[in-house]
């Protein structure tokens, strides 16, 4: 049991970590990492799972902030919970080289789960792996084994994310599966950029998701017990996602500006630092300042939970043993392998697979209590679908896929630019990429859409012009695990083009390729085109 003035002490020290950094760099948000210190500390020593010598450990808790403006307070976490991430690190927050970036940015830094700089994707990633978690414990735990996807995906979301709609869609969808793998705090500071909440947002949170089929708690966020207790109950809770909405006052304890729009986005400032630093009993003279006895109590977490993971570390063995074929198979799909039969490969669409063909026949789809399956009924949720697939992939093990019309790319291309930026393995399905949905009118007539989706750096677009390229694509799109893969396909059937030489592996690899020639002098004319126009020009 951790006396009371220790853990005041912890908290305290985080405050003032984010805060030195936020002053240092002269730029980021210390507001958020002040207030929720106290719920952060009680999430990470006394529930949250994780071992800093291992940090990509398959059973850890997921912890995800997706209020990622308040980076400074994961950085302060990871620090003082033994990660690679250095006083160094927290002294060079926002600088050009860092690792520790204005937003946490996923592969910079060991325990950053996903980039979460635009507000509402972090939540909405979270969803994602909570699916993939509970996937992964069907596919693999056999005859008591339980030792995959047995974890719960924790995470900070603010205000601002849940005005987003992404969140809403995505909490829609987990309260739907049932999701009880998820508990969620909820930072009810009632303060953005522009002031209080109460100028554009006052809805009653907690009654929203408890009609999306979440568990909700209320709990003010500076009693570290009844944040404990609330936690608990979350976990307890096994058939839906848990909300604890948590009350907490931003840029705690800066005399001046503590509930304040100015603690949200700015420097607290030299003197109002030292004031609040005066206020809650720490050094004024020492900056980046961590006590020994916050040291030692987080030492002694990163022991516990070390054990956890040794435990878990003999049952896996056990489980190895016991399932030789399955745990092949997991390590192959860990390591991203193709299996010819790609079992690991799950998606669907929103609401459309009768029209993009996406439907798999011949496997049951996800459902509360079923995730066995293969087909993902996503609903009209476009946003909400590239977030969690991005979830899912970040997860691991899976290859996911989502499908839409083309159009509606303008519906998900958040989502999308962030799995180029996390080099994620993600594939879309993208029909009627034709001229043939005229009669729909302009709203569904994919005009502009291909130069979009090509402007996003990392991106690979393939438009197929008939089967044989649709097959290679495919293909490709499978083989590439570093980086997301758009398949722009047709509305109507095409007919195989008639080329001078047949396709090969070689030639579509290139992007181009000679499809027909005239003989004999040097064309005048040189008509280059993809997808359904290459039968046309050919």
Known sequence: MLDTQTMTLAANTIRMLAADGVQKANSGHPGMPMGMADAALVLWTKFLRFDPQDPDWPNRDRFVLS??????????????????CTLDDLKSF???????????????????????????????????????????????????????????????????????????????????????????????????????TDLAFSEDVAKRFDAYGWHTLTVDGHDRAAVEAAIAAGCAET??????????????????????????????????????????????????????????????????????????KARFAVWQQSQPALARRYEAARKGEIDQLLPEFVGGSADLHPSTSTYMPAYPPIASG?????????????????????????????????ATFFVFTDYMRPPIRLASIMNLGVIYVFTHDSIFVGEDGPTHQPIEHLAALRAIPGM???RPADGPETAMAWAAALERRQGPTALILTRQKLEPVERAAPLTAESFASGAYVATKESGKAPDVVLVATGSEVGVAA
């Open 67 to 84: 209020a990622g403006h308040g980076s400074m307070l994961l950085y302060s976490m990871l620090h003082l919970s033994g990660y690679d």
């Open 94 to 196: 926002r600088q050009w080289g860092s690792r520790t970036p204005g937003h946490p940015e996923h592969g910079h830094l060991p325990g950053v789960e996903t980039t979460t700089g635009p507000l509402g994707q972090g939540f909405a990633n979270g969803v994602g792996m909570a699916i993939a978690a509970k996937m992964t414990a069907a596919r693999y735990n056999r005859d008591g084994h339980d030792v995959l996807g047995t974890h719960f995906v924790y995470g900070i979301v603010s205000d601002g994310d849940l005005m987003e709609g992404v969140s809403a869609e995505a909490a829609s969808l987990a309260g739907h599966l049932g999701l009880g793998n998820i508990v969620y705090l909820y930072d009810s500071n009632r303060i953005t950029i522009e002031g209080s």
């Open 239 to 312: 058939t839906r996602p848990t909300l604890i909405v948590t009350r907490t006052h931003i840029g705690f304890g800066a005399p001046k500006k503590q509930d304040s729009a100015e603690a949200h986005g700015a420097p607290l400032g030299k003197d109002e630092l030292k004031a609040t630093k005066r206020a809650l009993g720490m050094p004024e003279d020492k900056d980046f300042y961590v006590p020994d006895e916050v040291r030692q109590l987080f030492a002694a977490r990163v022991e516990e939970v070390k054990k956890e993971h040794q435990s878990w």
């Open 370 to 402: 079923k995730f066995e399956g293969r087909n993902f009924h996503f609903g009209i949720r476009e946003h909400g679908m590239g977030s969690v697939l991005n979830g899912m992939a970040l997860y691991g093990g899976l290859v996911p896929f989502g």
């Open 460 to 462: 690979v677009v393939i």
